[in-house]
T-cell receptor
Framework: DTAVSQTPKYLVTQMGNDKSIKCEQN?????MYWYKQDSKKFLKIMFS???????INETVPNRFSPKSPDKAHLNLHINSLELGDSAVYFC????????????FGPGTRLTVT | AQSVTQPDIHITVSEGASLELRCNYSYGATPYLFWYVQSPGQGLQLLLKYFSGDTLVQGIKGFEAEFKRSQSSFNLRKPSVHWSDAAEYFCAVARGSSASKIIFGSGTRLSIRP
């Protein structure tokens, strides 16, 4: 039973399109994150949600819009995709009292052509 | 601003040999330090973490790390590697005040020679 799952695993799309990546967790954790890992494996936080509330919004273009419909889900919608958006996007969760012990999903590899 | 440096991009060791992966951090106060492992095609998994106390930290899968304040280092070690340890290893640092602010290093890819 997967703790943090992401769909799709792979996403290939053309520039200018709009796409969404979904994340679901069954750990009951209050905090969820989106990270971007570029081609050099550099991992950077994008957003953080706590109990459906946006906590952290790093310097990310406003074409990226996270949405948390409930505590178990955090989706990432990307408008007007650009070549530079190609990366692996990871969802992660963190439980209250488990400071910094983050549980990562398997990632979504986005390729923009 | 806090930062973390992993000077080795790629390391190859023989199976059964010992391993040390280097990590240096830059932070004004005592940081929270972590090592994560990423197997091919997988998300990251926490190996161990240091907040305070004993500077030698034991983690999962037989890994340990030692915090050395004088050297601003938090190196990861394992006495005998197994082929299944081949993966990407990330050192990370965080401020204690904000759970979201984990800064990751650029990673070290570990290959195992049979």
């Amino acid at each position: 039973d997967t703790a943090v799952s992401q769909t799709p695993k792979y996403l290939v799309t053309q520039m200018g399109n709009d796409k969404s990546i979904k994340c679901e967790q069954n750990l009951g954790h209050d905090t969820m994150y989106w990270y971007k890992q570029d081609s050099k494996k550099f991992l950077k936080i994008m957003f953080s949600y706590n109990n459906k509330e946006l906590i952290i919004n790093e310097t990310v273009p406003n074409r990226f819009s996270p949405k948390s419909p409930d505590k178990a889900h955090l989706n990432l919608h990307i408008n007007s995709l650009e070549l530079g958006d190609s990366a692996v996007y990871f969802c992660a969760t963190e439980g209250t009292g488990e400071a910094y012990e983050q549980y990562f999903g398997p990632g979504t590899r986005l390729t923009v052509t | 601003a806090q930062s973390v440096t992993q000077p080795d991009i790629h390391i190859t060791v023989s199976e059964g040999a010992s391993l040390e992966l280097r990590c240096n951090y830059s932070y004004g106060a005592t940081p929270y330090l972590f090592w994560y492992v990423q197997s091919p095609g997988q998300g990251l998994q926490l190996l161990l973490k240091y907040f305070s106390g004993d500077t030698l930290v034991q983690g999962i899968k037989g890994f340990e790390a030692e915090f050395k304040r004088s050297q601003s280092s938090f190196n990861l070690r394992k006495p005998s590697v197994h082929w299944s340890d081949a993966a990407e290893y990330f050192c990370a640092v965080a401020r204690g005040s904000s759970a979201s602010k984990i800064i990751f290093g650029s990673g070290t890819r570990l290959s195992i020679r049979p």
